[in-house]
């Protein structure tokens, strides 16, 4: 009987040997394998995610970039206009940054310049607030008062001496963003 001779068993060992040599050699070249392609793989997407942060900074600073230019005009204009006989019936525009309100922290990587953002536009709001107040006092009861021409005038003259300051804070991040988009 073949099973028993002992040309048989060396056969059978020697060939178990080289199987199982085989198979731990193909496993741990195909771990290694698995290793090289996973780090190639996670260096492809890490610099997709950057090149993606560097794409939304971009666009982000852009919408800033425009939304800042156009309040630089509105305040050139209330200052132009605004004097205490007169009204004005629209206000700066926040809309953009209110809306990339999650965002605009996690994708702008220049701190001082979100630093400075959060600065430019709380000063926005602090104008909006004035202007704000200044239309609906002018339209409320506060008007039949005797004394309101000697309140309104300190608020426009405050709403005057707000804008300038914030115009100029405006053009100097204008040119941050400018130089963080080229």
Known sequence: MVFFEEAFWQNVVSELFATFIGAVLGILTALWLERKLELRRDKMYSEKQKNFIKLENKKI???????????????????????????????????????????????????????????????????????????????????????????????????????????KLSNEILHTIDEELS
């Open 61 to 167: 600073l852009g919408f800033l970039k425009i939304e800042i230019e156009k309040n630089v005009n509105l305040m050139i204009q209330i200052r132009n206009e605004f004097n205490p006989n007169t009204l004005i019936f629209y206000n700066l525009d926040v809309s953009a940054w209110n809306s990339l309100e999650s965002k605009k922290t996690e994708l702008i990587d220049n701190i001082e310049l979100l630093i400075r953002l959060n600065q430019l536009y709380y000063e926005y709001q602090h104008i909006i607030r004035k202007v704000d107040f200044h239309l609906q006092s002018s339209y409320s009861t506060l008007l039949a008062m005797s004394n309101y021409p000697k309140l309104r005038d300190p608020l426009v003259y405050s709403i005057w001496n707000h804008i300038e300051p914030t115009i």
